[in-house]
T-cell receptor, first 117, second 117 residues
Framework: GAGVSQSPRYKVAKRGQDVALRCDPI?????LFWYQQALGQGPEFLTY????????KSGLPSDRFFAERPEGSVSTLKIQRTQQEDSAVYLC???????????????FGDGTRLSIL | AQKITQTQPGMFVQEKEAVTLDCTYD???????LFWYKQPSSGEMIFLIY??????QNATEGRYSLNFQKARKSANLVISASQLGDSAMYFC??????????????FGKGTRLSVIA
């Protein structure tokens, strides 16, 4: 498809396990964002890539969270030693070439719903 | 302080009627963009409409229009001729200028709209 693709759609893990969430952005989109959406809340920024460079990781809640985009396309968000508070929907968004305009919408995937037992 | 405030946790509207979803924002930047997204129960975030801080005209996209009052720092979404398929969560979001179009979005907590037949 032409949209942002995320997998898996649902992930259940036991506390303490590591998980990896994948995002396949729209082809040619330079910018890639990860957001965390807790139940009943709006999405909150985690980290941002421009091509393969991680330019902003200020939203990552702890050093258990790690993201990469080694070839500037697919990105993986990894959470180590998961905790119950990590349960949320993880949304990936991409947008095209960097622009000085602020009007470029971000295109979101369907998200991965992560449940930590 | 909240950067984006959506004061209506839930709204009901009769089918075919118009509804206004409120959004106020807080920024000291002169250049910023305001976005509205729709999130159905399936989870995807669907971009609806954009308003730039320098735009003199209110944005319109089909049945969606944005009532932008810059002095009041409000950017309310108006949906005309509501349809049953409009039932969803609606998020207001802001991107502050900082000279780049690819800074993260800051979201409000959302408003759940229910359209009644």
């Amino acid at each position: 498809g032409a949209g942002v693709s995320q997998s898996p759609r649902y992930k259940v893990a036991k506390r303490g396990q590591d998980v990896a969430l994948r995002c396949d952005p729209i082809s040619g989109h330079v910018s890639l964002f990860w957001y965390q959406q807790a139940l009943g809340q709006g999405p909150e920024f985690l980290t941002y890539f421009q091509n393969e460079a991680q330019l902003d990781k200020s939203g990552l809640p702890s050093d258990r969270f790690f993201a990469e985009r080694p070839e500037g396309s697919v990105s993986t968000l990894k959470i180590q030693r998961t905790q119950q508070e990590d349960s949320a929907v993880y949304l990936c968004a991409s947008s095209p070439l960097r622009t000085r305009d602020s009007n470029q919408p971000q295109h979101f995937g369907d998200g991965t719903r992560l449940s930590i037992l | 302080a909240q950067k984006i405030t959506q004061t209506q946790p839930g709204m009901f509207v009769q089918e075919k009627e118009a509804v206004t979803l409120d959004c106020t924002y807080d920024t000291s930047d002169q250049s910023y963009g305001l976005f509205w997204y729709k999130q159905p129960s399936s989870g995807e975030m669907i971009f609806l409409i954009y308003q730039g801080s320098y735009d003199e005209q209110n944005a319109t996209e089909g049945r969606y229009s944005l009532n932008f009052q810059k002095a009041r720092k409000s950017a309310n979404l108006v949906i005309s001729a509501s349809q049953l398929g409009d039932s969803a969560m609606y998020f207001c979001a802001m991107r502050e200028g900082r000279g780049s179009g690819n800074t993260p979005l800051v979201f409000g907590k959302g408003t759940r709209l229910s359209v009644i037949a």
